[in-house]
């Protein structure tokens, strides 16, 4: 079994900042690419930030110049930089990662619970 767990999720105004983290846990014997993604109500999910394990990222181009996404291999976990938030930004985040486990011959998604960030004065 593995669990993605989220946080910092949360309200901020228009132009602030937050920071959402996700973790990795159980038995996990590799973990391959990392990443968030985002659905608002009434849209499909979509791609926000992708990370390797080599550390090479993605974005997308909404977010660019304004998201960053990093990973601490050591710790099984992905971050979510969000600088100048804008309206269009609110959504549910959800964490993602291809895993393998221990004992298993190929890797596996896995999705977090989701948190919400919501942008507003």
């Known amino acids: 079994q593995v669990q993605l767990v989220e946080s910092g999720g949360g309200l901020v105004q228009p132009g602030g900042s937050l920071t959402l983290s996700c973790a990795a846990s159980g038995n996990i014997f590799s973990i391959f690419a990392m990443g968030w993604y985002r659905q608002a109500p009434g849209n499909e999910r979509e791609l926000v930030a992708t990370i390797t394990s080599g550390g090479i990222t993605h974005s997308a181009d909404s977010v660019k110049g304004r998201f960053s996404i990093s990973r601490d291999n050591a710790k099984n976990t992905v971050y979510l930089q969000m600088n100048s938030l804008v309206p269009e930004d609110p959504a549910v985040y959800y964490c993602?990662?291809?895993?393998?486990?221990?004992?298993?011959?190929?890797?596996?998604?896995?999705w977090g619970q989701g948190t919400q960030v919501t942008v507003s004065p």
């Open positions: 993602y990662a291809n895993i393998l486990e221990r004992r298993r011959i190929r890797p596996s998604d896995y």
